[in-house]
């Protein structure tokens, strides 16, 4: 038993193979661009804000996140020695510039969100995030193991080549995975607020990221509306998907639920309909 999942016991016998076949991430990453048209959030947040409430568009593309993965659950699957486990905790990692600035340096921690989260609570754990992460003075705990492996030469290879060896077998220390940026549900960027186009962020081979989102510059969109060919007004989202961990229909429809709760973002005020259990 993994102190960050449990063995899937229903898992599809494909996908059991499969992981046997692709026993890297880096071997059976799928990626895909999402177009979110961009005009129903920001309508929503205007409204919001007339009220007195203030939401981030980072927190609405998240909260989306966490309702669709309540309700599709081996979207927060990883695949660690060619075996399938359901993830026991719902982490998103992200990077924070220090100071705020543009031409700072980053750094990567994690949120942990509950599938219940609505968009109040969501925002809230991403507010509280970015002011502890922000400040120049304060480290996390990624910061500090850092620190310490590369204090000493040669001590960030014997240690990475360690966590490697126990993560394989499942006896990484939760204490090491609660500060590995590398064990989470899913990388998400948002490069637009640095004003850069979107890209397919690659998933780790070492940890259990199974999903990564990036989100970029607007863009337009051609779409066919009452056969009138209209320019749409899009957020890009860079999805890159491990393969091993669902089938391709359960990504489709998991994603088709994404893209109807940001056309939809009041839905997202109140806990998922559904929060369904991974077995």
Same mark, same amino acid.
């Given at each position: 038993?993994?102190?960050?999942? =449990?063995?899937?016991? /229903?898992?599809?016998?494909m996908?059991?193979?499969?992981?046997?076949? !692709?026993?890297?991430?880096s071997?059976?990453?799928?990626?895909?661009?999402?177009?979110?048209?961009?005009?129903?959030?920001?309508?929503?947040?205007?409204?919001?804000?007339?009220?007195?409430?203030?939401?981030?568009h980072? @927190?609405v593309f998240?909260?989306?996140?966490?309702?669709t993965?309540a309700?599709y659950?081996?979207?927060n699957?990883?695949?660690? $020695? =060619?075996?399938?486990?359901?993830?026991?905790e719902?982490? +998103?990692? !992200? +990077?924070?510039?220090?100071?705020?600035?543009?031409?700072?340096?980053?750094?990567?921690? =994690?949120i942990?969100?509950?599938?219940?989260?609505?968009?109040?609570?969501?925002?809230n754990?991403?507010?509280? #995030?970015?002011?502890? $992460? &922000?400040?120049? %003075?304060?480290?996390?705990?990624?910061?500090?193991?850092?620190r310490v492996?590369?204090?000493?030469? /040669?001590?960030?290879?014997?240690?990475?080549?360690?966590?490697?060896g126990?993560?394989?077998?499942g006896?990484?220390?939760? @204490?090491?995975i609660?500060?590995?940026?590398?064990?989470?549900?899913v990388?998400?960027?948002?490069?637009?607020?640095? &004003?850069? $186009?979107?890209?397919?962020?690659?998933?780790?081979?070492? /940890?259990?990221?199974?999903l990564?989102?990036?989100?970029?510059?607007? &863009?337009e969109v051609?779409?066919r509306k009452?056969?009138?060919?209209?320019?749409? &007004?899009?957020?890009?989202? /860079?999805?890159? !998907?491990? %393969?091993r961990i669902?089938?391709?229909? #359960?990504?489709?429809?998991?994603?088709?639920?994404?893209? =109807?709760?940001?056309?939809?973002? %009041?839905?997202l005020?109140?806990?998922?309909?559904?929060?369904? %259990?991974? $077995?």
């Amino acid at each position: 038993m993994r102190a960050d999942g =449990k063995k899937v016991k /229903g898992a599809d016998p494909m996908y059991a193979v499969a992981a046997h076949i !692709m026993s890297k991430r880096s071997d059976s990453m799928n990626m895909i661009t999402l177009d979110i048209p961009i005009d129903p959030i920001n309508n929503y947040l205007n409204e919001k804000r007339k009220e007195g409430k203030h939401y981030s568009h980072l @927190s609405v593309f998240i909260t989306a996140l966490v309702h669709t993965i309540a309700e599709y659950p081996a979207l927060n699957r990883f695949v660690v $020695n =060619k075996t399938i486990y359901a993830r026991n905790e719902l982490a +998103v990692g !992200m +990077v924070v510039l220090k100071g705020g600035k543009i031409d700072s340096h980053g750094t990567m921690n =994690k949120i942990y969100f509950k599938p219940g989260f609505n968009l109040d609570d969501v925002e809230n754990a991403i507010q509280t #995030y970015i002011e502890e $992460n &922000r400040k120049e %003075e304060n480290e996390n705990g990624t910061d500090k193991i850092i620190r310490v492996l590369t204090s000493i030469p /040669g001590l960030v290879r014997v240690a990475v080549c360690l966590f490697k060896g126990l993560d394989k077998f499942g006896l990484l220390p939760k @204490s090491i995975i609660d500060m590995s940026p590398f064990h989470i549900s899913v990388v998400v960027t948002n490069l637009a607020s640095i &004003r850069t $186009n979107h890209i397919y962020h690659h998933i780790y081979d070492f /940890g259990t990221t199974s999903l990564a989102l990036a989100m970029g510059n607007l &863009r337009e969109v051609p779409k066919r509306k009452k056969g009138e060919v209209v320019f749409e &007004r899009c957020m890009p989202i /860079g999805l890159v !998907m491990d %393969e091993r961990i669902a089938s391709g229909s #359960y990504f489709a429809l998991a994603f088709r639920k994404y893209r =109807k709760l940001l056309e939809h973002p %009041e839905l997202l005020e109140k806990a998922p309909d559904k929060i369904k %259990e991974d $077995n």
